[in-house]
């Protein structure tokens, strides 16, 4: 087993340890940015592979990139990808804040060609982190295990994987060919026949789901389709300049020291704005194909709503759901041959940082403002969790819209902490980044 020793290993190739790694181009000096590893278990640098459909736009502002919110003259911002590429007078036409979401994918994968220092390194799944010890049990370091095999030991440790998708408990039992988590929906339904006249079942009521259902029109086109949600139906999401004030980098601080009932009632109100909720233009495409299948008389898609799939078994070849309308608590059944979830992420931490918390014998996994674990040892290394960090940090924490400036927070502790400023990540800001932005 071969074993590589880096200062900084970087989990996940996503836009938070993307941000992560421009940051330490730009900000940190250069023995710590050559030193520092970022890995990614799949073998190219996408954005939300799952729905990556070709007309499928981001939700969020483009100047809302790795970088520009942090310093807007970075060669590493979204309007200097489109200017690298050709494609800027282009883009301006188009008179939007919101790319596709296929630029945004391929912005990461130019950023991450174009880093000078920090490596990537794809294909590299990574199956656990450990705490490394001494003969005192005083913590030294971080192991990560690999999926071929070998190990990669570091002083700082950055998991950015993001969150486990769900698996409603109806389905546990279903074998994994007739079940498909939106996370794999490209991939999956790419293995299927076009010609076939599947019949589907698309369960969840938000941005997924629609998305699914409308991406099954044009890629198994010949299937019936049924859309099942809990709720009364699909909504728009409720996003406003007053409430997107709250996404902003600056409302972190504000979050962070607000009271525990505090911080509840802003996330239970904000969780329309990001959860639970379908983009406007989503929803009138969706409307629009529904009545033009009743128009033509096909009445091949439909929507059932306020309905748990309280069941799902598998009997001889074919999928059975049993359904319960939340109405009246009457059961019914459909027979489906494959069921697409778009039912989101699990709401606890990842099972990779609730393996190293236990191996850490922490009671609770938390972050201090510039998102270091909180272990309780004041020892040399440190790990920072990203993207998972919504009851502390606030909504904005998996999104786009704080990865620059979490970035720059980030980067800033870890060279305090590198400086030997033991108190930089307690009780006040770290120390700003050491040299200036190039």
Not at 25 to 54: F, H, K, Y
Not at 118 to 144: F, K, M, S
Not at 262 to 282: C, F, K
Request: charged fraction near 25%; proline fraction near 4%.
């Amino acid at each position: 087993m071969s074993n590589r020793e880096v200062e900084l290993l970087a989990v996940g190739a996503g836009p938070a340890n993307l941000a992560l790694a421009v940051a330490l181009e730009e900000l940190a000096p250069t023995d710590l940015a050559e030193n520092s590893l970022v890995i990614e278990r799949a073998r190219s640098v996408e954005w939300q592979p799952g729905l990556l459909m070709p007309w499928a736009k981001s939700q969020v502002s483009f100047l809302k990139d790795l970088v520009t919110l942090r310093d807007p003259r970075s060669r590493f911002s979204f309007l200097n990808y489109l200017h690298t590429v050709g494609r800027l007078d282009s883009f301006i036409n188009m008179g939007s804040f919101l790319p596709y979401r296929i630029e945004i994918s391929d912005y990461l994968a130019w950023v991450a060609d174009s880093l000078a220092r920090v490596r990537i390194q794809l294909g590299c799944g990574c199956t656990a982190v450990e705490p490394r010890r001494d003969g005192r049990g005083r913590l030294t370091g971080w192991l990560a295990r690999l999926a071929d095999g070998s190990t990669v030991t570091s002083r700082y440790l950055v998991l950015g994987t993001g969150r486990d998708p769900y698996l409603p408990g109806a389905f546990a039992d279903v074998p994994g060919s007739r079940v498909i988590h939106s996370t794999q929906y490209r991939a999956r339904v790419a293995q299927l026949s076009r010609e076939l006249p599947y019949r589907v079942a698309v369960v969840g009521g938000a941005q997924s789901a629609a998305e699914m259902f409308r991406a099954l029109r044009e890629d198994l086109p010949n299937c019936d389709l049924t859309l099942i949600m809990r709720s009364i139906g699909l909504r728009a999401d409720e996003l406003t300049k007053f409430t997107n004030e709250l996404y902003y980098p600056s409302f972190v601080d504000e979050f962070f020291t607000a009271q525990p009932e505090g911080r509840v009632q802003i996330l239970a109100e904000m969780e329309r704005t990001n959860y639970r909720s379908t983009a406007p233009d989503m929803l009138e495409s969706l409307y629009a194909d529904l009545y033009l299948d009743r128009l033509t008389g096909q009445h091949r898609r439909r929507i059932v709503t306020l309905t748990d799939v309280s069941a799902a078994r598998e009997v001889s070849d074919e999928l059975v759901l049993e359904l319960t309308d939340r109405k009246t608590g009457a059961v019914s059944t459909l027979r489906r041959d494959l069921v697409f979830l778009g039912t989101g992420f699990v709401r606890e931490m990842p099972a990779l940082m609730r393996r190293l918390a236990a191996d850490l014998g922490l009671d609770q996994i938390t972050v201090d403002r510039r998102y270091r674990l909180v272990t309780g040892d004041l020892s040399e290394p440190a790990c920072y969790l990203q993207g998972v960090n919504e009851e502390t940090h606030g909504i904005s924490d998996s999104l786009l819209s704080v990865a620059a400036h979490r970035a720059a927070d980030i980067t800033g502790d870890i060279l305090a902490h590198r400086l030997g400023a033991a108190d930089g990540h307690r009780g006040g800001r770290a120390a700003e980044p050491v040299g200036e932005p190039r």
